[in-house]
T-cell receptor, first 108, second 114 residues
Framework: QKEVEQNSGPLSVPEGAIASLNCTYSDRGSQSFFWYRQYSGKSPELIMSIYSNGDKEDGRFTAQLNKASQYVSLLIRDSQPSDSATYLCAVKEGKLIFGQGTTLQVKP | EAQVTQNPRYLITVTGKKLTVTCSQNMNHEYMSWYRQDPGLGLRQIYYSMNVEVTDKGDVPEGYKVSRKEKRNFPLILESPSPNQTSLYFC?????????????FGNGTRLTVT
């Protein structure tokens, strides 16, 4: 069965620090990788997508993909309390599969 | 504004009383899908549709029905709701099923079945 694994957390970081969120996946044929942010009681919101090995940066967010290791990560620089949310990793190979999410807490 | 609209946002009902949750998108997306989200279980796909009149089961389809008569609408039907269907439901759509088409989610429907 295809799986996407994330540490549920919570991951707690101080304001201004770098938050590192990790995700592993089981299907080597996976083509696309997404990070969604979900505030409590709200809908998931796409924040990053990455399709090839390496890093992709967008503002304070950097997605990193290593297909050989079947590993995708999200770095949030200069973390803010408003970044406190659950971050869902999603992997697509035909079907889109979500991890259970990592809860991030940014302490002022 | 491009969006996926679900209604209602909150719904409390009793066991066995048929209900429909509506979903509409204004982005001309081909692909639409329903998910339920439960604590500890994450997002699980109920049904999906790749185009008009084309629907298929996801991971947890039991107790649910869908239809796709028009491209923009994809209602979720619970013919005889049961308490184990109490959950947070999301409708989502994407332009196509290709690998670089991310999902856009509606605001969610919190359903309670007593």
């Amino acid at each position: 069965q295809k799986e996407v694994e994330q540490n549920s957390g919570p991951l707690s970081v101080p304001e201004g620090a770098i938050a590192s969120l990790n995700c592993t996946y089981s299907d080597r044929g996976s083509q696309s990788f997404f990070w969604y942010r979900q505030y409590s009681g709200k809908s998931p919101e796409l924040i990053m997508s990455i399709y090839s090995n390496g890093d992709k940066e967008d503002g304070r967010f950097t997605a990193q993909l290593n297909k050989a290791s079947q590993y995708v990560s999200l770095l949030i620089r200069d973390s803010q309390p408003s970044d406190s949310a659950t971050y869902l990793c999603a992997v697509k190979e035909g079907k889109l599969i979500f991890g259970q999410g990592t809860t991030l807490q940014v302490k002022p | 504004e491009a969006q996926v609209t679900q209604n209602p946002r909150y719904l409390i009902t009793v066991t066995g009383k048929k209900l429909t949750v509506t979903c509409s998108q204004n982005m001309n997306h081909e692909y639409m899908s329903w998910y339920r989200q439960d604590p500890g279980l994450g997002l699980r796909q109920i049904y999906y549709s790749m185009n008009v009149e084309v629907t298929d089961k996801g991971d947890v389809p039991e107790g649910y029905k869908v239809s796709r008569k028009e491209k923009r609408n994809f209602p979720l039907i619970l013919e005889s709701p049961s308490p184990n269907q109490t959950s947070l439901y999301f409708c989502a759509s994407s332009l196509m099923t290709g690998y670089n088409s991310p999902l856009h989610f509606g605001n969610g429907t919190r359903l309670t079945v007593t």
